[in-house]
């Protein structure tokens, strides 16, 4: 369990908050390409860490991210004119480009300097694998661009389904790097099966397990950690293991075991302290072997205009039980809601905004949930005592570092697997 201190620690992002400035320190989403697909096009609103923001493609096809309220009168850009070059304010006709520059001010005379003399908010963009990725945090600090783990090269076939989710960041990603609540929650579509390894089909995916309590071995990493879930296999048990190692890259990554055909990832943005923009994605480096984007959200019963609204705001609500379907349980579907991140997305909501970790009762099937907590409320003292943030310099992720998954010999040390 934690403090109420210490979870509040980890917990918020708003501000001058330390786990919101560690953020601040990296590369994150801030939309995807497809919101913003057309050059002069309509600007989308874009909430980060607690900001409002505007994203829009210019002219030329570049991205702009730059603050919501015009410099002037503080009215919302987003309903400007995106049009020459920049966006301009409806109210008097004030225009910026996308690094934040005024271009014009047409309320104001001829010769007047002081278009020269401002500077509208603006952060800087960079597109790579179908999103748009920001750096928020001090100039003097700005890392170099390093492509993600899950799209290590310009030509990675990469689907991503995007949902946003009323609860705080923290307790999804916690979801998502807990392999023990795979064998019960997602039961009806993660299915044991007599495979030797992982597979996709178009319906469900396969596992060579039935164990539904695996032994669990953490390896703290300075970008994180690897652990591993260690299951009997359905075949070969006394002389194998069933071996999955997942790879939490600190602060809002997780790398999660493949299946024969793709590899998948979860990235959780902080919209602000209560939102999360969460990112379900498959990867592959042959494309052939990663759905398109429409079907991988459809297999994920996460498509916009069906399950989502064109926000990408959740249409399943606890108000409406995630249309929970009572009949298909009586029938043998173990929750009744379709779509492996739907069925975590109604654990994760009732829990909360921000879940109660002083209430907790953890286990042993808990061990990659207490690594989390130890060291992000770990990473946001270190910060706040002056210290870099976790993941950034020499810290960074290696290039080569993925999730695993596979029936190995017993005497296999899992700590050596995934690693290129």
């Not at 007599?194 to 396969?206: G, M, Y």
């Not at 994605?281 to 205009?305: H, M, N, S, Y």
């Not at 990408?312 to 995630?322: A, I, Q, V, W």
């Not at 173990?334 to 975590?344: A, K, L, M, S, V």
């Amino acid at each position: 369990m934690l403090t109420k201190e210490e979870n509040e620690l980890m917990c918020r992002v708003e501000g001058d908050a330390p786990m919101g400035q560690i953020m601040r320190r990296h590369w994150i989403p801030a939309c995807l390409s497809e919101e913003i697909l057309e050059a002069d096009g309509k600007p989308v609103k874009v909430r980060l860490l607690g900001e409002n923001l505007v994203a829009f493609r210019d002219s030329e096809g570049k991205v702009g991210l730059i603050d919501e309220q015009c410099p002037h009168r503080r009215a919302s850009l987003l309903f400007g004119r995106n049009e020459d070059g920049g966006l301009r304010c409806l109210y008097h006709g004030w225009k910026m480009d996308v690094a934040g520059k005024v271009v014009d001010m047409s309320s104001e005379p001829a010769g007047s300097e002081l278009k020269h003399k401002i500077k509208h908010k603006a952060y800087p963009t960079i597109e790579w694998a179908g999103v748009v990725w920001t750096y928020m945090g001090p100039v003097e600090s700005q890392p170099v661009f390093q492509p993600p783990p899950w799209a290590p090269k310009a030509t990675t076939k990469v689907s991503i389904a995007k949902i946003v989710i009323p609860c705080n960041w923290a307790q999804i990603l916690e979801g998502a790097i807990d392999s023990a609540h795979s064998s019960s929650l997602h039961s009806s579509d993660m299915v044991p099966a007599r495979v030797d390894s992982a597979q996709a089909t178009a319906i469900n995916w396969l596992r060579p397990s039935t164990d539904k309590a695996p032994r669990l071995q953490s390896q703290t990493t300075g970008y994180g950690f690897r652990y591993a879930a260690l299951r009997r296999p359905i075949t070969g048990a006394d002389k194998n293991d069933y071996v999955r190692v997942t790879v939490f890259v600190a602060p809002m990554t997780v790398l999660i075991p493949p299946n024969d055909s793709y590899n998948v990832a979860n990235v959780n943005v902080p919209i602000d302290d209560t939102h999360t923009a969460f990112h379900f994605i498959g990867w592959a480096d042959t494309p052939e072997d990663v759905p398109d984007t429409e079907t991988w959200r459809k297999f994920l019963g996460a498509q916009v205009g069906i399950d989502l609204e064109e926000n990408f705001d959740m249409r399943r609500t606890p108000e409406n039980l995630f249309w929970q379907d009572r009949h298909a349980m009586r029938a043998g579907n173990f929750t009744g809601i379709r779509g492996i991140p739907n069925q975590d997305i109604a654990m994760w909501v009732t829990m909360g905004q921000i879940a109660d970790r002083e209430r907790d009762v953890l286990g042993a099937s808990d061990v990659a949930i207490v690594e989390f907590r130890r060291q992000m409320v770990q990473a946001a003292k270190d910060f706040q005592a002056g210290e870099a943030a976790i993941g950034t310099g020499e810290t960074r992720i290696p290039i080569g570092v993925r999730s695993y998954q596979q029936i190995v010999p017993k005497e296999t040390d899992w700590r050596a697997l995934g690693l290129d």
